[in-house]
């Protein structure tokens, strides 16, 4: 299994460029989750889902999108790039195991907003 | 909405020292998680922990759940080389399959 994989691992956009930041996973799990890592705020929950066709936001939500076609694919869309989105962004899978959901973290996309 | 903050946010020591790091909820957790995150990495899965009091021990590592479900703590015994990286704690709110993470403590072990 490779688990739960992220493209790119690298990237640099202008202001006001859209892109879209790829997250698959082969576990099976339904749930899954975007987060951003900025210096001294710990992971932020952008959006997460809980299976195919199901989303709900997190708690930074604005500038974002997601969709959830696939129990796989989970994309994340910057509609258009601010300076304020530069950040690591994880995506995680999840399963259910003793009561709550335990998170399997991607290797992170690095992207900074010129 | 519920807030999770870790205390320290950093943390220097000597190798063989102990360290500790505490996880205070605004609110009641249905259950605790803990995740390393080495330098340049991403999050890794520790332990969870899901009833009052519940005290659980990974080697050198022992984690504690408050008796209120509202707090936590980790507590490395001896520390070594290996255990830089930034210890994060998360709790769900409510029963959902989402996180919302402390902010974390990052260790410095100094050989």
């Known amino acids: 299994n490779a688990g739960v994989t992220q493209t790119p691992k690298f990237q640099v956009l202008k202001t006001g460029q859209s892109m879209t930041l790829q997250c698959a996973q082969d576990?099976?799990?339904?749930?899954m989750s975007w987060y951003r890592q900025d210096p001294g705020m710990g992971l932020r929950l952008i959006h997460y889902?809980?299976?195919?066709?199901?989303?709900d936001q997190g708690e930074v939500p604005n500038g974002y999108n997601v969709s959830r076609s696939t129990t796989e694919d989970f994309p994340l869309r910057l509609l258009s790039a601010a300076p304020s989105q530069t950040s690591v962004y994880f995506c995680?899978?999840?399963?259910?195991?003793?009561?709550?959901?335990?998170?399997?973290f991607g290797p992170g996309t690095r992207l900074t907003v010129t | 909405g519920q807030q999770v903050m870790q205390i320290p946010q950093y943390q220097h020591v000597q190798e063989g020292e102990d360290f500790t790091t505490y996880c205070n909820s605004s609110?009641?957790?249905?259950?605790i998680q803990w995740y390393k995150q080495r330098p340049g990495g991403h999050p890794v899965f520790l332990i969870q922990l899901v009833k009052s009091g519940e005290v659980k021990k990974q080697k050198r590592l022992t984690f504690q759940f408050g008796e209120a479900k509202k707090n936590s703590s980790l507590h490395i015994t001896a520390t070594q080389t290996t255990d830089v990286g930034t210890y994060f704690c998360a709790g769900p709110p409510g029963n959902t399959g989402k996180l919302i993470f402390g902010q974390g403590t990052t260790l410095q072990v100094k050989p």
């Open positions: 995680a899978s999840s399963r259910l195991a003793g009561g709550g959901y335990e998170q399997y």
């Open positions: 889902s809980v299976g195919a066709g199901i989303t």
């Open positions: 576990m099976n799990h339904e749930y």
């Open positions: 609110t009641t957790l249905s259950n």
